[in-house]
């Protein structure tokens, strides 16, 4: 039989304290797979693209997860598709997911758990955060950060200003006109868009400012300039696949601009920072491991708690 979760089951099952633990915990033992993961991506004759990562793998988890997602940027939702996680023992079909959903947690809750591990602890202990984009993956990564850290003030943007308006009013922030505004009041950035040119320059940037990028995830997406990321301490999700899908392929910058991937961060193979004044940037790509650690976790509470539908796609 193969589990259907839904959104709602998964907003059910799901909580950002334990995802965040899933994928700190993947972090750390992704490298020893032996399979690497892929990101494969097609133009269409749309107006969209169809995306596809895999395997999902891990250490000690005895499955894989294929996602295919359909990114159509004037769609409501503007991605949507579906996670097939599969038997490692015979290939059976354990579980079809949402993968709007779990894309959305595992971008936003990796991007918080990396935001809080990487950016400062702010300057006389106020602290600003900012948000570029105030779409579902801002949401999540604000939600999981609020979990790691406190902070005095939130300040949005969105090029959208009623989306802005209702997102400052959820978490008690404040609207701004221009991503630059959001740069000059606060300490720590997320940008979640899909821009296809720089929002922020370097000299938009101050001394000990973090900023984490989640937009840059596929070809002539951009959200910061090229001299940004090479002056700052850049951190990865990977170095392979930001040089050719990520913001340094959008930027025309080879792999050596990468300073670390969040794994070695998280092991205490690399330093975060290297000073507190240092300018410091997260920009991941997203790995196919992040959509297995997240439908595992929804699919052992589903089998606990009987969640989601079953059917027999074989009868």
Not at 111 to 137: K, Y
Not at 139 to 165: C, F, H, M, P
Request: include cysteine.
């Amino acid at each position: 039989m193969t589990r259907i979760l839904t959104r709602t089951d998964l907003l059910e099952l799901l909580n950002p304290r334990d995802c965040i633990q899933a994928l700190r915990d993947g972090f750390a033992t992704a490298p020893r797979s032996t399979v690497p993961g892929q990101r494969l991506r097609t133009d269409l004759p749309f107006p969209g693209t169809a995306t596809a990562l895999l395997p999902g793998l891990l250490p000690g988890i005895d499955a894989y997860s294929v996602k295919v997602n359909a990114k159509f940027p004037g769609a409501a939702p503007a991605l949507r598709g579906v996670i097939c996680l599969h038997s490692g023992t015979d290939g059976a079909l354990l579980a079809l997911i949402d993968s709007a959903t779990v894309t959305a947690w595992r971008t936003g809750l990796a991007a918080a758990l990396a935001t809080d591990l990487i950016a400062g602890p702010g300057s006389g202990g106020a602290h600003t955060v900012g948000v570029i984009g105030a779409g579902a993956q801002a949401e999540l990564t604000i939600q999981g950060l609020r979990t790691l850290r406190s902070w005095n003030r939130l300040v949005v943007q969105d090029t959208d200003g009623q989306r802005a308006a209702d997102f400052a009013k959820r978490y008690g922030g404040t609207v701004a006109s221009t991503p630059r505004q959001v740069a000059a009041e606060a300490d720590v950035v997320v940008l979640a868009t899909w821009s296809r040119q720089p929002l922020l320059q370097l000299r938009d940037l101050r001394s000990g400012h973090h900023l984490t990028t989640l937009g840059a995830d596929e070809p002539g997406k951009q959200e910061l300039a090229a001299e940004v990321l090479s002056r700052a301490r850049l951190i990865v999700d990977d170095v392979a696949l930001v040089a050719t899908h990520g913001a340094l392929a959008n930027a025309g910058l080879p792999a050596t601009t990468a300073a670390a991937c969040l794994g070695e961060v998280i092991r205490g193979d690399a330093p975060a920072r290297d000073h507190s004044q240092q300018i410091t940037v997260y920009a991941p790509v997203g790995l196919p491991w992040q959509d297995l650690a997240l439908s595992w976790l929804a699919y052992q509470q589903a089998e606990t708690t009987g969640s989601g539908t079953t059917l027999d796609l074989l009868s």
